[in-house]
């Protein structure tokens, strides 16, 4: 229970967007998902992290989270412009996320639609999306709850986005 997680025959299984993994005693991992490394990294860097805050509702930027600051460019040109462009690109990709991976929409000013994603049970992210208007280019931000800092390392919150927008981009290609 403390990160979000359940013991079933002698296996640990966390959700990740709406899928469980199972990880037995040695550390394998076993799902109905590809097991791929930005996903078998960072799952098993939350599963050993010392410390699981609750989370807060409180929303803020990738560069605000500890160590985040050193990371932002590369965050930037591989997870949120990417993102942007596949927005743009495919103007209800976001909205399909919502029901593919489990998210929930909310409100948040200066976003025409805002996705509420749990890639790891107390890791949240907060995708917000302004589209093209007149002269104004669109725009894309992900914030983080503020446990994430706590609860993951930021080289693990760095590869678990960059997997996710990796994986969107093939989600768009096929579908």
Same mark, same amino acid.
């Given at each position: 229970?403390?990160?979000?997680?359940?013991?079933?025959?002698?296996?640990?299984?966390?959700?990740?967007?709406?899928?469980?993994?199972?990880?037995?005693?040695?550390?394998?991992?076993?799902?109905?998902?590809?097991?791929?490394?930005?996903?078998?990294?960072?799952?098993?860097?939350?599963?050993?992290?010392? %410390?699981?805050?609750? %989370?807060?509702?409180?929303?803020?930027?990738?560069? !605000?989270?500890?160590?985040?600051?050193?990371?932002?460019?590369?965050?930037?040109?591989?997870? !949120?412009?990417?993102?942007?462009?596949?927005?743009?690109?495919?103007?209800?990709?976001?909205?399909?996320? %919502?029901?593919?991976?489990?998210?929930?929409?909310?409100?948040?000013?200066?976003?025409? %639609?805002?996705?509420?994603?749990?890639?790891?049970?107390?890791?949240?992210?907060?995708?917000?999306?302004?589209?093209?208007?007149?002269?104004?280019?669109?725009?894309?931000?992900?914030?983080?709850?503020?446990?994430?800092?706590?609860?993951?390392?930021?080289?693990?919150?760095?590869?678990?986005?960059?997997?996710?927008?990796?994986?969107?981009?093939?989600?768009?290609?096929?579908?």
């Amino acid at each position: 229970p403390l990160i979000g997680a359940r013991i079933e025959t002698d296996k640990l299984l966390i959700n990740s967007l709406g899928k469980d993994f199972a990880i037995d005693q040695q550390g394998n991992i076993i799902s109905e998902c590809h097991i791929i490394p930005w996903i078998q990294a960072p799952l098993l860097s939350y599963i050993t992290h010392k %410390i699981h805050s609750e %989370i807060t509702g409180r929303w803020i930027s990738f560069r !605000e989270l500890k160590g985040g600051i050193d990371w932002q460019n590369l965050f930037t040109s591989r997870c !949120e412009m990417p993102l942007k462009m596949l927005a743009d690109e495919n103007p209800g990709f976001l909205e399909d996320l %919502i029901d593919i991976f489990m998210g929930t929409t909310t409100q948040w000013y200066e976003a025409d %639609i805002a996705l509420i994603l749990h890639p790891l049970p107390k890791i949240p992210i907060l995708i917000c999306y302004q589209a093209k208007e007149d002269d104004l280019d669109s725009k894309l931000t992900i914030f983080f709850d503020e446990c994430c800092g706590a609860n993951l390392h930021i080289k693990s919150i760095f590869t678990l986005c960059s997997g996710l927008v990796q994986m969107f981009a093939k989600i768009s290609e096929h579908h």
